[in-house]
């Protein structure tokens, strides 16, 4: 347990966009500081040190063996492909450092079982680094429609997708790298109804299956997506994901009295609720502010549960997790995407 007040010491595992995202909100937190990075490439790891370097000295090291084994890191934030996820996740549990791992956990719920028990035996910190369940507004939101402030809920739907560049988003239409709409843009109307609703009694999905552009990676994957779920209380939803298309982005929760709309709800600013009798929009507003571009928030919460000693999170917990990725693994399959490690 970190019971001090010194600041917890972060190491972050790759240099790619998500890493400069949870950096860039890094620097605000007070208490955490950014020490070091690991990169395949030691020019790629001091680029990156550079960057921060003004907030304080950062140490570039040229792998993630070096990374792990760097005496002077609490927590590592996993930001390698999925593909990767268990094998550097793994490397740094076994040095003794706690883990914050980018979403997808890992490719299937089988190796995100393996991950959450390599920690659990290593009594360390784990968590998959759903930001959105840590974003004060989502709180909000949930707490309010669980609570029935705006009458019961029956209906969510949620959309997240883009136009994914083979030139700039080459590992998001690479099956080898776990490519996956699914993976990548599902798994958000997934985690938000699951937040909403709990685990769905039935899920359904149709996609569309690709390829890797050049065909050399073997495996196909899913570029567009629609799920449909039921949950306990008869609670329905609606999901979509794309990487061949740009979505609305947007989620809304229908209930007897009303409709909560959130813009970019992965990350939402704001929420607002539309009552049907004509009533003026009621603002929901988050008990804390959002730190950054949300990835503070989330930050914040890992830096909480290590200072209180939790091997886990309430607001990400495994069971959660692992739910998640069960339901995936059953989508994957039911639509016939395939990853090329298992074609």
């Known amino acids: 347990m970190t019971t001090n007040s010194a600041p917890i010491r972060w190491g972050i595992l790759g240099t790619g966009r998500i890493a400069h995202s949870l950096a860039t909100d890094l620097m605000l937190v007070p208490d955490g500081q950014l020490v070091a990075v690991g990169s395949r490439s030691k020019e ?56 914050l791992c980018e979403k997808a956990l890992t490719l299937n719920s089988t190796d995100s079982q393996t991950m959450v028990d390599l920690a659990t035996s290593k009594k360390l910190f784990l968590m998959e680094a759903m930001w959105m369940a840590t974003n004060p507004i989502i709180r909000r939101v949930v707490a309010d429609v669980q609570s029935g402030r705006f009458g019961v809920p029956r209906h969510v739907h949620a959309e997240l997708g883009f136009v994914a560049d083979p030139d700039k988003h080459q590992r998001l239409l690479d099956p080898a790298l776990g490519a996956s709409a699914l993976l990548d843009m599902g798994i958000y109307p997934l985690t938000f109804a699951h937040l909403l609703f709990g685990e769905a009694r039935a899920l359904t999905a149709q996609a569309n299956i690709g390829t890797s552009p050049d065909g050399a990676s073997g495996g196909t994957f899913d570029l567009d997506l629609v799920m449909t779920g039921k949950y306990a209380g008869n609670e329905l939803s609606t999901m979509v994901a794309s990487v061949t298309s740009h979505s609305s982005r947007s989620a809304a929760i229908a209930t007897d009295q009303g409709r ?58 495994h069971n959660q997790t692992l739910s998640l990725m069960r339901q995936m693994d059953m989508i994957r399959e039911s639509v016939g995407a395939r990853y090329a490690t298992e074609a």
């Open 260 to 317: 909560v709309e959130l813009t970019d709800f992965h990350h939402p600013s704001s929420a607002v609720f539309k009552p049907a009798n004509g009533d003026e929009p009621v603002e929901i507003v988050g008990d804390e502010p959002v730190i950054g571009a949300a990835y503070g928030n989330e930050i914040v919460e890992v830096q909480r549960c290590l200072r209180e000693g939790l091997l886990e999170s309430p607001l990400v917990p």
């Open 44 to 99: 790629s790891a001091e680029t990156f040190a550079q960057v921060y370097a003004a907030h304080g000295p950062v140490r570039a090291h040229g792998s993630y063996e070096e990374l792990a084994a760097d005496e002077d890191v609490d927590v590592v934030y996993v930001a390698s492909p999925h593909s990767h996820h268990l094998e550097h996740a793994s490397l740094v549990l076994e040095a003794g450092k706690h883990v």
